[in-house]
Structures are given as structure tokens and as C-alpha cells.
């Protein structure tokens, strides 16, 4: 007789102990921590000439299709991360830009401009809930200062108009990204450095129109690294040729920043009542999903539990304790399913989100490649003629003609 | 007959002799006259910005900048400098001068700041004006040079080769017919853009790569010589020369290239700043979606935004409309008592400004209302 109560005890215990568990999975919580501090532009404190300041060309960003977790595959419209690989740089670079740390910052039509310093970056997510960026940042000597992935969760509060009207909720990544790369240069670079960098990037772009006059200057190591062998003479006839297309070849970038400038101010409105909607959504789906799983794993156990208590449950306490919580299991379990079907609702109103936004941007995408294309186009005709042009001239002064 | 036979038999090399020295003769008449025919296409700079202004649409600076260089050779052309000295030294000169304005040029839109700001286009216009003095002096001193070498041969007329440079020259802006039909026929056609020195011989370089005026007097250098002096005058041109040739080709491409782009950053900045504005008149109203939380932050925005929209669009609109209102025929009444589609047709009439379909509106307001028939 004792034996059986001590059994019956050890049994109500553990259908105690797998309903205290239950129930704590089920209180069990995932809290995302969300920053609501803002990291500021830091400035360099030392007064930088204007000879060793170095400037800065931002890739368009690789929208990161390849890269996308089956789980976000449904909710991410591959057209606004797209949209977003061209907004997303040309905020880099206007944050880089007003660091006053630098000296032209530009997002790069493409990667026939040498610059001193480059920036690739990746959008690894962005659901208006969180961001991730990976960045690649390198010089014009070929070497590789660093790849970080910048991540950043922001609340509610960055949506409201009061701080929209000051930044981008999202303006604290570029932020850092900023300070990472001032910090880089004054803890890695010495002026020295930064000259040879500023006189590669020059002979990449001499080299590139007038290879027979530039390329003895430059040499390359086997890890792929320029370094510079000779110098021109600063009176040099045809280096001042190429720094005048030079300038010419600013002008081109910046008329092409113009183009980024009109695509960013025409996608920030629908981009930010996107970004807000999928925040909420984002929000309440991941919640629904958290649910839904502990529902499945507290009801799974309360099954299991039940089941064990009623077949070897020595009395009728025991197997009807068992069989209550194996209903409440099951009913746990049928929860677990409508907290799936009601997360799949927001997933349908993140698509429906993803595809209005979509067709938004995506004709302004299309006209903004477009332009530059055709920007691009052109302005390679020209340059093509005064390379030949370049070319003949130092025939003519080489005496070779 | 054996006297005949061996007259006829000296005839024959006689006859021979004569045969080649004409052949000769018009060998060499040929080769002078394909030399001036070859300089006409000379142009190399005339090529070059034909090819440029077709392949990068040239915008309204560059297109100006090139009227400017036509208006100085149509006045020079009106009005011939006859103070020129002789030719050679007046290509000289005008060479120096062009060359000193180039640099004026090269160094203006070289003095752009380290941010990329772009050149002023009152910079890239006072170039064109440059250019187009020194084309027109140049055009002035061939002419000049052309009445006391008159007796020399097509070819060599100075005239005919400073014509065909301004030939070359006004292909790309369009403006001046009147060269030479040699020159102008196998000009243009020949210069079709592809560039290269080895297209082109050394007379051709002096005539056919400065288009503001150095080519013409180079011509007009070479008219004032012998027969064979066009090919001895370009021969003779010096590497130094030629580069300063080419570089007048890529300063003139510059001009063009300021030209577009000063064009395009305008347009681009104008669509940036009609963006802005609607994004301002326009701010996150569609916040007001779903979320809750979301609609208090939209209201004041959303509230505002309709109203400046409209007073963005609403002058547009007003603007785009044709204001201008033509009174109606004397046979049409008041229209005060007008159903909506008489109005409407009164109203289209009388904003049609052309006289042919406003009175096929009338007539059609007329069979509507009724004023026809009566009539």
C-alpha cells in the first residue's frame, strides 16, 4: 500500500513537473533587445589637409538574393532589396560625406573609376525591423581593410515623424559604419600611406587612359597589391591631360549622384510606409511564429506526459490525470496551428506589402539604371576618343609615328 | 610609202612621248588634286565633333558654344580682315593665339575644386567664344592671302582649303554651306568619325585638325608655295605641332563633353528638386495603415500632404493650360441658356487656336444648338 502511494506520488509528481514545464515554455518569452541609443557621426579632431584626405567610392550594394534564409524567402520581395542595394549606399555615402572626414564621397556607377578607398556591401536583412549589412572596405593599392557585418534592431520610436524628419530609422548603422572606417584610418594609416593610396588611385586612372605612358610606374606583388615603382614628373604633359578628363570624370559621377539623389528622395516615402508596416507585421509574425512553437513543443510534451501517466498509472487518479493532460496537449498542439495560420496571415500581408512597394520602385529602379546605363554609355564613347587621342599624342612626342 | 612609213614610224614615239608626258602631266595634276581633295576630309576635328555631337547629343551649352565659333567665321567671312600679313606668318600668329586661348580654356576647366563641382558654363561658353574668334580671324586671313595667289591652281588655293576647314568645321554645327564642292562633298562623308593618325595623311593634318582656324592657314601657307608645297608644308610640320593639333582635338572634346554634362546635372537636378519637393508635399500619409501605433504619427502629415501637393501641381497645371481665349463668331448668341454639351463645345471652340478646326467646332456648336438649320 505504501509502495503504490509512493508510486502515485512519484507519478503526480512528474504529471506536475511536466505541467510546470509546459507552462513555463509556454510563458517562456524570446526578448530581442532594441537600442534606442543613437551613435553619432564622430568627426576627426585633428584638422586633416586637404592633401591627405582620401576619397571614398560606395558600391552599389549586392542585394543579397543568394544569401536569404529559406524562413525569409517568402517575406522578402527580391525587387525592393534590389531598391534597396541603391538606397541603402547612397545613404552611406552622404553620412561619409558630412563625417567631413573624407574628401569626395560618391556612390560609384560602376568600377572603371578608380577611388582611394572602396566600399561593397551586402544587405544581408531588412525588414523595417532589423537591418544587416556586411562590408568589405579596401584601397586603391588592392589591400583589404576589413569585413564586418553590421547589424542593427530598432524600435518604434525611430518611426516617428519627430525622428524620421532627422535621420533614417536606420541611420545609426551608417553611423558606425562611418566611425569604424575613421578609426581604421587613424589607427592604420600613416600620411605617408595615404599619399601612396591618393598617387595609385591617380596612376590606376592614367593608366587606364594612357597605358602605354602609366604602366611602368605601377607593379604589382603576387597577392595583387599596386605599388609604385616611378613617378611622373609633376609637369608632365600627359598626366596633366588626365587630370583634366580626371575632373571630367568627377563631373560624370556627380551628374550620376544627381541620378541617386532624385531615385532616393522618390523612394523614401514609399520605402518608409513600408518600412513601418513591416515593422509591425515583422513584429507580430515573428511573435506568432514563437508562439506557435512553443504551443507545439509544451502541447507535444503534455501528450507524452499524459500518455505516460494513464498506462502506467496505478490507480484511476493517476490515469485520469494522464488523460487530462493529454487533452490539454492536444489542445495546446490545435492552439500551436491556429497561431500558425494566424502568422501565415501576416506573412500574406508582407508579401501583398512587398508587392505594392514593388510596384512602386521598381519602374523608378528600372529608369535609374536605365539613365545611368545610358549615362555611362556616353561618356565612355567620349573617353574611348581621347584615349585614342592620348595615345597618338605620345606617339607624336615619342617620335614614333 | 617608205618615206611615209618612216614618217609614220617617227611619228609614233613622238606621238608616244606626248602620250606620256600627258599622262604625267595629269598624274601629277592628279596627285595635287587629291591632295587638296584629301585635305578637305582633313578635318580631323571636324570628324571628331560630328562623330561627337551625333553619338552624345550635344545639349544646349555645347550647341551654343558651337553656334558661337559659326557666327565668328559668318562675320569674318562678311567682313575679310585685309591687314593680314602673308600667310605663313599669319597662321603663325593666329596658331599662338589659339593656342594661348586653349590653355585659357584647358586651364578653366582644369581649376575645378577637389569635390567634383563642375565648371561654370559661363567658362565653357567663353571658350567657345575663344574658338570661334580665332576661326574667324583665320577665315579672314585666307581670304585675305586668296586674290594675290589667284593664279595658282585649285588645289592650291588658300581660299578653297581654309573653305574646306570651315567646311569640316561647320558639319558639326551646321550652320555654313559655300565650300569648295570637292571639299564639302568628300568632307563630311569622309570624316565620319573614325579617328585615327595613321587615316590621315600630313597634309591633311595642318588643314584638317584646327578647326578654329589653324587648318586654314596651314592651307593657306601651302598655297603660297609650288605645286608640290602642300605635302612640303605638312611634311614639315613638326611633332611638336601635331601635338599641339591633337590637343586642340581633345580641348574641343572637353568643351563638348562640358557641354553634355553641365546639360544632363542641370536636368538631373531639376528632376532632383521636383522629387524632393513632392516628397516633402507628399510625407509617409500611408503610415495610416494597419497599425495602430502607426496612425498618430501620419495624421499631421498626412493631413498636410494633400494640400501641398496641390499648391505643387495646381501652377503646373495652370501653367500647362493654354489661356488664350478666342471670341466666338458674331452669328453665336450668349450661350446662356447652353446645355452641358453646347458648352462644351463653346468652350473648346473658344480655346482652339487653330482657325481651322475652331470654326469646324462652331459649325459643329452651330448643327448642335440648332443655329444652322434656322439659318
Not at chain 1, 502541447?299 to 487530462?324: E, P, R
Not at chain 2, 582633313?42 to 545639349?59: I, L, T
Not at chain 2, 568643351?255 to 553634355?260: A, I, L, S
Request: proline residues 5%; glycine residues 10%.
Amino acid at each position: 500500500m505504501s509502495t503504490l502511494r509512493q508510486l502515485t506520488t512519484q507519478q503526480l509528481k512528474r504529471i506536475a513537473g511536466i505541467g510546470v514545464l509546459a507552462c513555463m515554455l509556454v510563458a517562456c518569452n524570446t526578448h530581442t533587445v532594441k537600442t534606442t541609443t543613437y551613435t553619432p557621426i564622430v568627426q576627426d579632431s585633428q584638422d586633416v589637409p586637404e592633401d591627405y584626405l582620401l576619397d571614398v567610392g560606395v558600391a552599389i550594394f549586392d542585394p543579397g538574393i543568394d544569401e536569404i534564409d529559406e524562413r525569409d524567402e517568402e517575406t522578402t520581395n527580391h525587387e525592393v532589396r534590389v531598391a534597396e542595394s541603391r538606397y541603402a549606399p547612397f545613404l552611406l555615402a552622404d553620412t561619409l560625406q558630412r563625417s567631413a572626414n573624407w574628401g569626395i564621397v560618391r556612390l560609384m556607377p560602376n568600377d572603371e573609376s578608380p577611388m582611394d578607398v572602396y566600399i561593397d556591401g551586402t544587405i544581408l536583412q531588412s525588414d523595417g525591423e532589423t537591418m544587416q549589412i556586411r562590408v568589405s572596405v579596401s584601397d586603391s593599392r588592392g589591400r583589404e581593410w576589413y569585413t564586418r557585418v553590421y547589424d542593427e534592431v530598432i524600435s518604434q520610436f525611430s518611426y516617428e515623424p519627430s525622428q524620421r524628419q532627422q535621420a533614417d530609422p536606420f541611420q545609426v548603422i551608417y553611423n558606425k559604419i562611418s566611425n569604424d572606417l575613421l578609426e581604421y584610418r587613424q589607427n592604420n594609416l600613416s600620411n605617408r600611406e595615404i599619399t601612396e593610396i591618393r598617387t595609385i588611385s591617380e596612376l590606376l586612372f592614367a593608366r587606364r587612359f594612357s597605358p602605354d605612358v602609366f604602366d611602368s610606374y605601377l607593379s604589382t606583388d603576387r597577392q595583387g597589391h599596386y605599388t609604385i615603382t616611378s613617378l611622373p614628373a609633376e609637369s608632365d604633359p600627359i598626366l596633366q591631360r588626365v587630370r583634366d578628363i580626371r575632373e571630367r570624370d568627377f563631373m560624370f559621377i556627380d551628374t550620376v549622384q544627381d541620378y541617386y539623389a532624385t531615385y532616393v528622395r522618390q523612394m523614401r516615402l514609399p520605402y518608409d510606409t513600408w518600412r513601418a508596416l513591416s515593422y509591425d507585421e515583422t513584429i507580430e509574425l515573428r511573435e506568432l511564429r514563437a508562439s506557435a512553437n512553443r504551443r507545439f513543443v509544451a502541447g507535444a510534451a503534455a501528450v507524452l506526459g499524459g500518455l505516460a501517466a494513464a498506462t502506467s498509472g496505478g490507480n484511476y487518479a493517476t490515469q485520469a490525470g494522464g488523460a487530462v493532460g493529454v487533452g490539454a496537449g492536444a489542445y495546446l498542439i490545435k492552439s500551436g496551428f491556429d497561431k500558425r495560420a494566424e502568422a501565415q496571415m501576416h506573412m500574406e500581408a508582407l508579401e501583398e506589402l512587398g508587392e505594392s512597394l514593388e510596384n512602386e520602385v521598381a519602374p523608378r529602379v528600372f529608369s535609374l539604371d536605365d539613365r545611368t546605363i545610358t549615362l555611362t554609355g556616353t561618356v565612355e564613347e567620349q573617353y574611348a576618343q581621347w584615349k585614342e587621342i592620348l595615345a597618338d599624342i605620345y606617339s607624336t612626342e615619342v617620335g614614333d609615328i | 610609202m617608205k618615206t611615209k612609213e618612216l614618217k609614220s614610224f617617227a611619228v609614233r614615239p613622238l606621238s608616244r612621248i606626248a602620250v606620256l608626258a600627258l599622262v604625267s602631266v595629269s598624274l601629277v595634276a592628279c596627285q595635287s588634286s587629291s591632295s587638296s581633295s584629301s585635305s578637305a576630309p582633313a578635318m580631323p576635328s571636324s570628324s571628331s565633333s560630328s562623330s561627337q555631337s551625333s553619338s552624345s547629343s550635344p545639349p544646349s551649352s555645347s550647341s551654343s558654344s558651337s553656334s558661337s565659333q559659326s557666327s565668328g567665321q559668318n562675320q569674318s567671312a562678311g567682313s575679310p580682315i585685309p591687314s593680314l600679313p602673308s600667310s605663313q606668318s599669319g597662321a603663325s600668329g593666329s596658331q599662338s593665339q589659339s593656342a594661348a586661348s586653349q590653355t585659357a580654356a584647358g586651364q578653366q576647366s582644369g581649376q575645378q575644386s577637389r569635390d567634383g563641382a563642375s565648371p561654370s558654363p559661363q567658362g565653357a561658353q567663353q571658350g567657345g567664344q575663344v574658338a570661334g574668334t580665332t576661326a574667324g580671324s583665320t577665315a579672314a586671313g585666307t581670304q585675305g592671302n586668296d586674290p594675290g595667289q589667284g593664279s595658282g591652281s585649285q588645289a592650291r588655293l588658300p581660299g578653297q582649303g581654309s573653305q574646306a576647314g570651315s567646311n569640316g568645321r561647320d558639319g558639326a554645327t551646321g550652320d555654313l554651306g559655300g565650300g569648295t564642292d570637292q571639299s564639302s562633298g568628300g568632307g563630311l562623308d569622309r570624316s565620319g568619325g573614325d579617328y585615327s593618325l595613321d587615316t590621315l595623311p600630313d597634309s591633311v593634318f595642318g588643314g584638317g585638325s584646327s578647326a578654329d582656324g589653324a587648318d586654314g592657314q596651314a592651307n593657306a601657307g601651302t598655297g603660297t608655295g609650288t605645286g608640290d608645297g602642300g605635302t612640303q608644308a605638312a611634311g614639315a610640320m613638326t611633332a611638336a605641332e601635331r601635338a599641339e593639333v591633337l590637343d586642340e582635338r581633345l580641348r574641343r572634346g572637353y568643351e563638348t563633353f562640358d557641354g553634355f554634362i553641365l546639360g544632363e546635372r542641370e536636368r538631373a537636378q531639376a528632376e532632383s528638386n521636383a522629387a524632393g519637393s513632392s516628397t516633402i508635399g507628399g510625407a509617409p500619409g500611408g503610415g495610416g495603415g494597419s497599425s495602430s501605433s502607426a496612425q498618430p504619427q501620419t495624421i499631421p502629415e498626412s493631413g498636410a500632404s494633400p494640400s501641398a501637393v496641390l499648391a505643387s501641381t495646381q501652377p503646373q497645371s495652370s501653367s500647362a493650360r493654354p489661356t488664350e481665349t478666342f471670341p466666338p463668331p458674331e452669328d453665336i448668341p450668349s450661350g446662356r441658356d447652353d446645355d452641358v454639351v453646347a458648352r462644351q463645345l463653346r468652350e473648346a471652340a473658344m480655346s482652339e487656336p487653330d482657325p481651322e478646326l475652331r470654326e469646324a467646332l462652331w459649325q459643329e456648336y452651330r448643327n448642335y444648338t440648332g443655329l444652322g438649320e434656322d439659318q
